[in-house]
């Protein structure tokens, strides 16, 4: 059964940092792409931040640039996703999603993404 698990999330105070996992069973991740992406309450779905399978490019979103950093071990099938000085506006149910990508680069369209977990929820308040 192909599966991704989101763990890590929790409450944190602004200026805080979470390392949010992803990890996956009944598939191996090195051909895929991983994203994370996050849905806060009444928003849009919006990408975070991406990393390629093949050359293990990295892509962030504006808001999180400088302060998020997605890393991989494909030898425990899980990614990572750290985040720090978290603001209040990093509230939202945050999902890994993979991709087949066995080129370079890094898909940034949700549409690209066929496997996605259930969501952890990152709550940042004082």
């Known amino acids: 059964q192909v599966q991704l698990v989101e763990s890590g999330g929790g409450l944190v105070q602004p200026g805080g940092s979470l390392r949010l996992s992803c990890a996956a069973s009944g598939f191996t991740l090195d051909y895929y792409a991983i994203g994370w992406f996050r849905q806060a309450p009444g928003k849009e779905r919006e990408g975070v931040s991406y990393i390629g399978s093949s050359d293990g490019s990295t892509y962030y979103a504006d808001s999180v640039k400088g302060r998020f950093t997605i890393s991989r071990d494909n030898a425990k099938n899980t990614v990572y996703l750290q985040m720090n000085s978290l603001s209040p506006e990093g509230t939202a149910v945050y999902y890994c999603?993979?991709?087949?990508?066995?080129?370079?680069?890094?898909?940034?369209?949700?549409?690209?993404?066929?496997?996605w977990g259930q969501g952890t929820q990152v709550t940042v308040s004082s």
């Open positions: 999603a993979a991709a087949w990508w066995a080129v370079v680069g890094v898909p940034v369209s949700a549409d690209s993404y066929e496997y």
